[in-house]
């Protein structure tokens, strides 16, 4: 079972900092290539960052460069957002995706998560 949750959504206010995680019980989840995602109200869902297998390659999109990483713990089975410097223009769902090679377009991820809030005031 590869299937994702996400966690550690929630309000916080500009400038500040969350970790989101990504969680799955399969033993094959080492396996998988993981990508977070986020669509805000009236907008289409856009890639966010992506890390490979082993954790050695990652991928970010320009808006969160500098701002957001992404890091894995095969051991736990996680996958972490640690998302500093946030802006009112994150806010949205953010959601987790398993692929069986890392990327930045939706058509290659294969089992999502039902996504996490993330809600940045001024």
């Known amino acids: 079972q590869v299937q994702p949750v996400e966690s550690g959504g929630g309000l916080v206010q500009a400038g500040g900092s969350l970790r989101l995680s990504c969680a799955a019980s399969g033993r094959a989840f080492s396996r998988y290539a993981v990508g977070w995602f986020r669509q805000a109200p009236g907008k289409e869902r856009e890639f966010v960052a992506a890390?490979?297998?082993?954790?050695?390659?990652?991928l970010y999109a320009d808006s969160v460069k500098g701002r957001f990483t992404i890091s894995r713990d095969n051991v736990k089975n996680t996958v972490y957002l640690q998302m500093n410097s946030l802006k009112r223009e994150d806010t949205a769902v953010y959601y987790c995706?398993?692929?069986?090679?890392?990327?930045?377009?939706?058509?290659?991820?294969?089992?999502w998560g039902q996504g996490t809030q993330v809600t940045v005031s001024s």
């Open positions: 995706a398993t692929s069986s090679t890392g990327s930045r377009y939706e058509g290659e991820y294969d089992y």
């Open positions: 890390i490979d297998w082993s954790g050695g390659s990652t």
